[in-house]
């Protein structure tokens, strides 16, 4: 089988144009090589991916969507979609340090952030140089964005915050927070250093799946916060949260894509030899039906994706293409590594195979960055608004 194997892109895809291939051929290439050995280990022993992390930055794989002349590649959002998604195949837990840091530590600083910020924070995000992160759920406020207890008061030209988030992924190890309080005038976004005074590190979670990625708690105790870093207007952070999670909706769909292919790559090859009763699982035609059926599906979820990226990159309005390519992908990785596991029996349900693994990484991606359930809210609402 080719390293890029013929199952994974059978026909043509009409958004790829020669800078795609080029970047997925390499992204692939590193992910097996280097990624792939490593992976078993990340997750059984919880380790956080700092060799890997570092050799992507210095590949500029940190900064993929964003201009050269901020420290990016300059390559297009497609193109960061194809880094997740190839990153995915063979890692969900670098997948996802990766898109956190992108998608939501670094984005809404070169989406929304002043020229000043953008000069202190954004080079040092895109190269690779720091990590990014981003808190915004709270112990009471998890779908419910808008009931964050975090309140950040005015004093002269600083903001006082107080506070916990959670889920922070990349928390220990980020260089800078983009978190959301409650002011006077409603959701207001700031840029925090992690070491302003009065961050702390709160719980480390212990998680089902996705072990080696850095998810955890943070705490803010009177930490103060210099205007300069507000992101945005007062009261104007929750609509550029929302915008910030329509695009960052599309790598987590990539993610639960590349976990989902990165199990039928282990699946055909498996029911290609293995023998049972006389002939190999490949010849009898339940599981011919298990494998066309999660081909159909991941091929259906990859056009999807793609799609939304490529909107993105005209500069469109996401959140409806968004919502839908998360929504699906999530849900067929589910269906695609449950069938990969199936297929292999029990050797599927044991460490040895990686497929048990990506089962545990995907569960993620129908909860993160907005529940299967709120992405299917914000398809419908949109479809009825689209009629009033």
């Known amino acids: 089988m080719s390293p890029l194997a013929d199952i994974t892109f059978s026909e043509p895809i009409p958004f790829l144009q020669e800078q795609h291939l080029e970047v997925r051929e390499l992204i692939h290439r590193y992910a097996q090589e280097q990624v792939k050995p490593r992976a078993a280990r990340l997750d059984e022993e919880k380790v956080f991916p700092h060799d890997t992390v570092a050799e992507l930055a210095e590949m500029g794989m940190l900064g993929v969507p964003f201009p050269e002349e901020v420290g990016g590649a300059g390559l297009d959002y497609l193109s960061y979609i194809l880094v997740i998604e190839e990153l995915a195949r063979v890692c969900g837990t670098t997948s996802i340090t990766v898109?956190?840091?992108t998608s939501l530590g670094t984005n809404p600083i070169y989406q929304f952030g002043t020229d000043l910020q953008k000069e202190k924070y954004l080079r040092k995000l895109a190269t690779g140089e720091m990590l990014g992160a981003f808190a915004l759920t709270e112990p009471g406020a998890g779908s419910d964005?808008?009931?964050?207890?975090?309140?950040?008061?005015r004093d002269g030209d600083d903001w006082i915050v107080n506070g916990v988030k959670v889920y922070c992924t990349n928390g220990t190890h980020a260089g800078t927070v983009i978190l959301t309080t409650k002011t006077e005038n409603g959701i207001t976004a700031f840029i925090a250093e992690k070491s302003f005074p009065g961050i702390s590190n709160g719980t480390l979670e212990d998680k089902l799946g996705l072990r080696g990625s850095d998810t955890r708690e943070l705490v803010f105790e009177d930490v103060r916060i210099p205007?300069?870093?507000r992101v945005g207007e007062e009261g104007g952070g929750f609509k550029r949260f929302m915008m910030t999670l329509d695009a960052g909706r599309?790598?987590?769909g990539a993610m639960a894509l590349g976990l989902a292919q990165g199990a039928l790559d282990v699946a055909l090859p498996y029911a290609i030899e293995r023998k049972q009763f006389g002939q190999t699982l490949g010849q009898f035609g339940a599981i011919q039906e298990r494998l066309a059926d999660m081909a159909v599906k991941i091929h259906?979820?990859?056009?999807?994706?793609y799609h939304a990226a490529a909107l993105k990159d005209e500069g469109r309005h996401v959140a409806y293409a968004g919502s839908i390519g998360k929504l699906y992908a999530s849900e067929i990785a589910m269906e695609v590594i449950d069938s990969a596991i199936q297929i292999m029996g029990g050797n599927g349900f044991t460490r040895e195979y990686p497929v048990e693994r990506m089962f545990?990484?995907?569960k993620l991606c129908e909860i993160g960055e907005g529940t299967s359930e709120v992405q299917r809210l914000v398809i419908s609402r949109m479809m009825l608004k689209s009629v009033q």
């Open 300 to 305: 259906t979820a990859r056009l999807t994706l």
């Open 145 to 153: 964005a808008r009931a964050s207890k975090t309140t950040a008061v």
């Open 250 to 252: 599309i790598s987590i």
């Open 99 to 101: 898109a956190a840091h």
């Open 360 to 362: 545990r990484d995907a």
């Open 227 to 229: 205007d300069e870093n």
